[in-house]
């Protein structure tokens, strides 16, 4: 049976601004309060998934959420209508606002992490929700998340879905941004490749100074019980916690893996060669051959890394064996990365193509193609079972194109998230975009 990695890209919200929100993100932080552009954002992620489409690859959308989260508000004390919480939210507490708003769920690496049937105990794909609880902006997702991801696989008999682990310090859990999976073909037993900052029960482990290790080891051994994979199926690395100092906040920003291949930096994790030497012999075991390509740091700094999100690219497996690598303009404009992408590319490996999408106005916030964009193994079957209103074709994206241009604004600063009209704007355009992707009712303003 045929199987395929689909890459389920998330659509950039109608709220999507500038609010410096996430400590540790470079990008993020440096840009804050700049005036963004939610219209040319969400076209930039509609146009990548577009092309996706068009090379052959099985493409699909994850809806973004309600914003502002008016319910998140009235749970700190915030009362009166929707008008008069948003109102008294920007008088007394703009940043509870700002966070209320963010459309960080457009990076779905980050909403849940994902087990393909041919891994797990029970032969189904299983999900389970990240709770995100390092940030307040990101911790109010997964409800919503947990809700759309139902919507989207909702046969019970190839689908599993488990809610978002503890909401606490020790089982932080940031989804696919810090997993990834090496296999021989996609539908095959492959090998789950988990990726934590730091143990929260160990103290043996180290764990970077200036900013928070996200991931636990906890929670992804949590995570690999709840999926049912076995230990002959999993191997668990470490983060090198000085790269996390640098701004590097998920794996995704310093490695990316698909198929046998991991792509990553010298400085990317601890206990580099175990670690390789682990998966290697996992993976031989399940008749696949093992390669990594490791970037020196004399070439590409942990600096030139996270300022071009290098690593935060999509890798793809194209139809006759070879790899193609989506990265963001901003690799294009560095010397020195781009140099090692020519070098790397005209060497003959894995690696033969580098394709570059504009995506600035995600970028400007701290996100990359890898960011945008939940992988889902699916063999033919699965496949035929997901809901079939989120599966990118050509009317999808004309539709979702004129969606865009009807709802979005075109400029939004942090005075404009004190506009009630916004939320009503919101709800108006997730209200239809919810019919046109065929999700039912997801949101907490068509349940409640």
Not at 8 to 34: I, M
Not at 74 to 87: C, P
Not at 265 to 289: I, S
Not at 366 to 387: H, I, K, S, W
Request: charged share 20%; proline share 4%; hydrophobic share 40%.
């Amino acid at each position: 049976m045929k199987s395929f990695e689909v890459n389920f890209d998330g659509l950039v919200g109608p709220t999507h601004n500038y609010g410096g929100l996430s400590f540790g993100n470079v990008a993020s932080q440096s840009n804050s309060q700049q005036a963004s552009n939610p219209k040319e954002a969400a076209l930039q992620g509609l146009e990548k998934m577009k092309a996706l489409m068009d090379m052959g690859f099985v493409q699909g959308v994850l809806a973004p959420q309600e914003r502002p989260d008016v319910a998140a508000l009235r749970s700190l004390g915030f009362s009166g209508t929707d008008a008069q919480v948003i109102e008294r939210a920007a008088k007394d507490a703009m940043p509870l606002l700002v966070a209320s708003c963010s459309a960080s769920s457009m990076w779905v690496a980050n909403a849940a992490t994902v087990s393909p049937s041919a891994d797990t105990a029970d032969g189904r794909v299983h999900f389970t929700a990240a709770n995100l609880n390092c940030k307040f902006h990101r911790s109010i997702e997964h409800p919503t998340t947990s809700r759309v991801l139902g919507a989207m696989f909702a046969d019970q008999q190839h689908f599993a879905h488990h809610a978002a682990l503890p909401a606490v310090a020790q089982f932080g859990d940031e989804g696919a941004a810090n997993h990834t999976r090496f296999c021989r073909e996609y539908g095959e037993a492959g090998v789950e490749f988990f990726v934590y900052g730091r143990s929260a029960f160990d103290s043996r482990y180290p764990a970077p100074q200036k900013y928070p290790a996200r991931q636990t080891l906890e929670a992804s051994q949590a995570v690999a019980r709840l999926h049912g994979l076995s230990e002959e199926g999993v191997v668990f690395a470490q983060q090198n916690p000085s790269v996390i100092d640098q701004g590097v906040f998920h794996n995704d920003v310093i490695a990316v893996g698909n198929g046998e291949l991991l792509f990553h930096h010298q400085d990317a994790f601890l206990n580099t060669e175990a670690m390789l030497d682990e998966l290697r012999r996992k993976l031989a075991a399940r008749g696949a051959a093992f390669e990594s390509i490791c970037v020196p740091r004399d070439q590409v700094t942990v600096d030139d890394a996270v300022r071009s999100y290098l690593f935060n690219s999509q890798l793809l497996s194209r139809a006759d064996g070879s790899m193609l690598l989506i990265v963001p303009e901003e690799c294009r404009a560095n010397p020195r990365v781009w140099s090692y992408l020519q070098g790397l590319t005209s060497a003959g490996g894995a690696i033969r193509e580098v394709k570059v999408f504009d995506l600035k106005q995600s970028m400007q916030n701290g996100g990359g193609p890898a960011c945008l964009r939940l992988r889902v193994a699916l063999n033919e079957t699965e496949l035929a079972a997901v809901n079939p209103g989120v599966i990118m074709s050509a009317p999808l994206y004309d539709t979702l194109t004129g969606w865009v241009n009807k709802h979005y604004r075109d400029a939004l600063r942090e005075s404009d998230l004190a506009d009630p009209q916004l939320l009503l704007e919101c709800r108006t355009a997730l209200d239809e975009l919810t019919q046109i992707l065929k999700l039912g009712s997801v949101y907490p303003f068509q349940i409640n």
